[in-house]
């Protein structure tokens, strides 16, 4: 089966901001596929090109083998989820799903046909004859949904289609989303700025920096193995450390000096030097930590550390721990529960160990990713810390 | 860190719909409302209502002959108003104004879709350039156009240059100048309110139609237009109600084939100074405005009310 959709070499600029900067993509039929970014990365540039919304400056667009950068939005085979649903609000839910129908002057019964089809999809029949200020958030959002896919659109695009929803509702339409996409399988194109969202609904994600893409990958491994410290400082939370490499141990491990903070050993996952300037990072669930010092081999970097924040979250807690010069999230999840086992607790001197093989090293960043380290983990990986809108418009 | 809190609290896969709520808040007027629309309430009292009252109540008096009102109460002048030259007169003030309320809207509404779309000093530009025609005086402005439209007038002599015009052709004193002018009258009264219509308008809908398959024009047709209805409604308000009564745009440029209503109610206060017939025509007039506008309202509260019914299925 050859390549779907496929961006090729895509460029586009608004005055002096290149917005999307010589994309290519390939994405596989009835894929599920984010875009994923901070505001202003190019992604919705991207998805409104698809959308024939934008021509891009240069580079070209293929659905299906057939090019079509140039087609007006009505002539292709592409819908979209736009961010405020875009419901008419002159027309009820049933004339909206009727909507791309009509105009395409389908005979009566079979617009009545599908359209019933479409609201028991979302379940939304009782409200057929609702019109859009009468229904909630949630409700416009399928709406919004019925209303492209009765078309049989070869592609749906979403322009971060929960963003407007509150959390609750968001999580709710995440699995109606991924419900919807194993029932319709066609390709969706999704666009976020929100990690969490994409990483549960795709197949594959593209994350977009810059208008460039920096990572594409399965969640899987976008989460395990970012390719730069852009990406893994987006994705998730981790620590970063900077260090240069001081010795190439072996073929698999090397030791890194940190300014302030113990050697540690590394795996040697990019063709490192000695004297080499690397960061380094560890996501916050790979540490141990324990009031006891274990022997472990020396594959284990075991560090000394004090406890300066404890954060009870039921299914784990999280730790912030000072050592060295380094302020460290730990996460530890909640295995078995002992009574007898005494806590760690506040001002606690504790050790805390990984594997080598737990952290990976990234070629130092451009100087725009320095403020983003700058930023807590925390204010990162969540929801709703980013507003979504003016991206790269 | 709030909203990470939430996300390990929430029970996976519950499906959160909320019922959807009334929406509709009856408004209740409090007295502070009351006191605050109070004085222009009392105006409006004052100086239109009691005086059309009196224009009413004066087509059911006798004229006496010096041109005052006699004693006594008489249908006399509504019996004068069957006048066979009246329907002539009624149909022309109707078609007139209509046609020029639709071509004021013709012209409107594409003006008014650029200047919700072209950039903030343009549009500024633009709505000046609409609105400086009101600094001249309404009558110099229409006796420029009868200097224009004049058998010697620059307009005139432009067209029969170009051999669009015959020259033996008259351009004044008829329904078509009158038409023009007319057009040219109330042509900012009609852009103004579609303006702030569709100065409103979501154009994202465009886009969502066009996504949707739509061709521009259809777009615009089901999209844009029904968008801006209200704004649609207030301009053909605003130019179809002053273009029925008017009075000096046909008496300046038009003929005596082109006299509207305006024009006899004129004609009967000062040149027979018969008020009584003057009141009957004006009060017709003023029931002919009033009537139609009284059914859109209360047929548009009435759909208010009522949520909207699923007459597309049928």
């Known amino acids: 089966m050859g390549e779907f959709l496929e961006f090729d070499n895509v460029s586009k600029s608004f005055g002096t901001v290149r917005a999307v900067d010589a994309v290519s993509l390939r994405i596989k039929r009835g894929e599920f596929f984010s875009l994923l970014g901070p505001s202003g990365c190019g992604k919705t540039t991207l998805l409104r090109m698809l959308g024939g919304f934008e021509k891009p400056d240069c580079g070209r667009i293929f659905l299906d083998g057939n090019d079509i950068t140039d087609l007006p939005p009505n ?41 019933a089809r479409m609201l028991k999809l979302i379940r939304m029949e009782e409200h057929a004859h609702k019109r859009p200020d009468q229904i909630s958030g949630g409700q416009k959002q399928r709406v919004a949904i019925a209303r492209a896919l009765i078309n049989k659109p070869s592609v749906l695009l979403l322009d971060e289609p929960l963003a407007a929803l509150d959390l609750k509702l968001r999580q709710h339409m995440l699995l109606e989303l991924d419900i919807i996409h194993d029932q319709v399988g066609i390709t969706f194109l999704y666009v976020t700025h929100d990690q969490g969202e994409a990483m549960s609904l795709s197949d594959r994600i593209a994350v977009m920096h810059n208008g460039k893409v920096e990572q594409l990958g399965t969640p899987g491994e976008i989460y395990e193995a970012p390719r730069s410290s852009f990406v893994a400082a987006f994705i998730g939370d981790t620590n970063f450390f900077e260090g240069t490499v001081r010795e190439i141990i072996s073929q698999d491990y090397s030791r890194l000096a940190i300014d302030g903070f113990p050697d540690v050993v590394v795996f040697n996952d990019k063709n490192m030097r000695c004297g080499d300037a690397v960061y ?18 020396d594959k284990h970097n075991v560090i000394a550390a004090t406890v300066e924040d404890i954060i009870y979250l039921g299914s784990h807690t999280k730790y912030w721990v ?37 952290g990976y090293m990234l070629e130092r960043y451009s100087e725009s990713d320095e403020n983003l380290m700058q930023v807590p983990p925390e204010a990162i990986g969540e929801n709703g810390t980013d507003t979504p809108s003016g991206d790269a418009r | 860190m709030h909203a990470e809190h939430d996300h390990h609290r929430l029970p996976p896969g519950r499906p959160a719909t909320p019922a959807p709520g009334p929406r509709v808040k009856p408004a209740r007027t409090t007295s502070a409302e009351v006191l605050v629309t ?47 030259n009246y329907p002539t007169i009624i149909w022309r003030t109707i078609w007139i104004s209509f046609v020029a309320t639709a071509i004021c809207l013709a012209l409107s509404v594409p003006m008014a879709y650029h200047l919700a779309r072209v950039t903030p000093r343009w549009r500024q530009l633009l709505l ?31 067209l029969v240059f170009l051999h669009l015009v015959r020259p033996d052709a008259s351009l004044l004193y008829n329904a078509e100048a009158v038409l023009l002018v007319s057009v040219y009258t109330y042509l900012p009264f009609a852009i103004l309110p579609i303006y702030a219509a569709a100065e409103k308008f979501d154009f994202g809908l465009i886009e969502a139609a066009l996504d949707l398959g739509a061709t521009r024009l259809q777009a615009f047709f089901k999209v844009f237009l029904p968008g801006i209805q ?54 017709f007039l ?29």
């Open chain 1, 75 to 115: 002539r292709r085979q592409v819908n979209t989820i736009f961010q405020n649903y875009a419901l008419f609000p002159h027309l009820s839910v049933w004339e909206n799903i009727a909507f791309g129908l009509r105009v395409a002057k389908r005979p009566r019964h079979e617009i009545q046909d599908e359209v």
């Open chain 2, 38 to 84: 109070a004085p222009s309430m009392l105006w409006l009292l004052l100086l239109f209502c009691v005086p059309t009252l009196i224009v009413f109540a004066i087509t059911f008096k006798p004229a006496d002959l010096y041109g005052g009102i006699g004693p006594g109460w008489t249908l006399q002048t509504l019996r004068s108003l069957s006048n066979p």
């Open chain 2, 286 to 314: 003023t029931v002919a405005v009033l009537l139609p506008m009284l059914i859109m309202i209360i047929h548009q509260t009435r759909a208010e009310k009522q949520p909207p019914t699923m007459r597309e299925v049928a």
């Open chain 2, 230 to 283: 209200r704004g649609l409604l207030n301009a053909f308000l605003m130019v179809f109600i002053p273009s029925l009564g008017s009075y000096v745009i046909p008496d300046v440029v038009g003929g005596p084939n082109a006299e509207m209503i305006g024009n006899k109610i004129a004609q009967r206060v000062f040149v027979d100074r018969n008020l009584p017939h003057a009141s009957g025509l004006a009060a």
């Open chain 1, 322 to 358: 000072r050592a060295g010069e380094y302020r460290l999230a730990i996460n530890r999840q909640h295995v078995r529960f002992l009574l007898d086992e005494q806590p760690i607790r506040w001002k606690d001197d504790v050790w805390i160990w990984w594997h080598a093989d737990d």
């Open chain 2, 128 to 158: 000046l350039l609409t609105i400086v025609p009101f600094w001249t005086s309404f009558l110099i402005r229409i006796f420029a156009w009868k200097a224009l439209l004049h058998p010697e007038g620059l307009f005139k002599q432009a």
């Open chain 1, 280 to 297: 380094f990072s560890v996501r916050p669930e790979k540490f141990r930590i324990s009031r006891e010092k274990r022997a472990l081999d």
